[in-house]
């Protein structure tokens, strides 16, 4: 039911807050611990492995990007992403000293069960995030780790993105914990920043009208980009993917500094540019790159923190997201593009719950 939603897609980019504290707080207990009895990976196993492969397609490819971001940062092991569909053809380096984490909404996407084959094949442990009980996915795994998002019926994935981004987030700690990379002040630093980020997601749904004042403004385009640098780019190839799945209209994500390598050949006057400039370290980077399309005549949106307001006299809007650990920054700056998405493709028109050509769950090859 839409519960007087119009579709389910919006439903469910409303239903992220529930969603997201539902996958973290019953695996955050009181100040400063985290209780992640799912995945009880011992001290010795994880202390012992040498890198950690994260495979996926899709949305729960892009979640996983930040996994390793979450990962390296925080359990100092060297983390592979790869989409399924490339991993199980190719002769990847696993072995017994692997943790591999799949992650699938539906537990059922076929590339990437029989991606956590060949890892268990090649001894590696499996750990599996996905939303759906019981799915094929949980029951091959060794491990599994619940995200609670509830059944996301749109085929463009939402909430479960974000509950994914969560329990990766999750994953990473408890890594992190066990193998003493991390030390009880900063981790009681991080889990408190995880409990914000649900009332942080409600405040971005204060900001809708500008959101929709973008769509209005791009919904006739044919052709956009969205750039990033570091975890702003893993954010901006999914809203890409969230804006080309409902909106049918051409967009690529660029890591930004990669644009004077051939792309900014394509920006020209009026060209959309949404940038995503969330990271403190990066974003004085960012700022030159915004400087180099608006050079070009691009229409830049730029996507901030709140409190970097000097970057209003560079761009034509600014949508911001409420103050977070940059880390953690990619829960909420995805959720102001799933709304773009949405408010560009319902002034198109489009079949927003059931895009043409595509299917909720990938079970064949
Ligand atoms: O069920 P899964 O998470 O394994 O599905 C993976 C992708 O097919 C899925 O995320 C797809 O990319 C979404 N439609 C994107 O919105």
Redesign the pocket.
Known sequence: EKMGYDHFMIKEIYEQPKAIKDTLSPRIIKEGKLKLDEVNLSREYLNNIDKVYIV?????YHAGLLGKSFIEEYAKVPVMVDVASEFRYSNPFIDDRTLMIV???????AD?LAALRLGKERNAKVIAITNVVGSSVSREADHVLYTWAGPEIA???TK?YTTQVAALALVALDIAVKRGTIDEESLGNILKELKKVSGLVEEIFKDVEDIKEVSNHICKSTNLFFIGRGIDYDVAREGS??LK?VTYIHSEAMAAGELKHGTLALIEKDTPVIALATQDNLFDKMLSNIKEVKARGAYVVALAKEGNEEIEKSVDKVIYIPKILDKLAGILAVVPLQLLAYYVALERGCDIDKPKN?A???TVE
């Open positions: 996926a397609c899709g949305t729960a992650v699938s909404q539906s537990g059922e996407t990437t085929v463009a994935s479960a993917l969230k799945e595509l909720k769950s990938v």
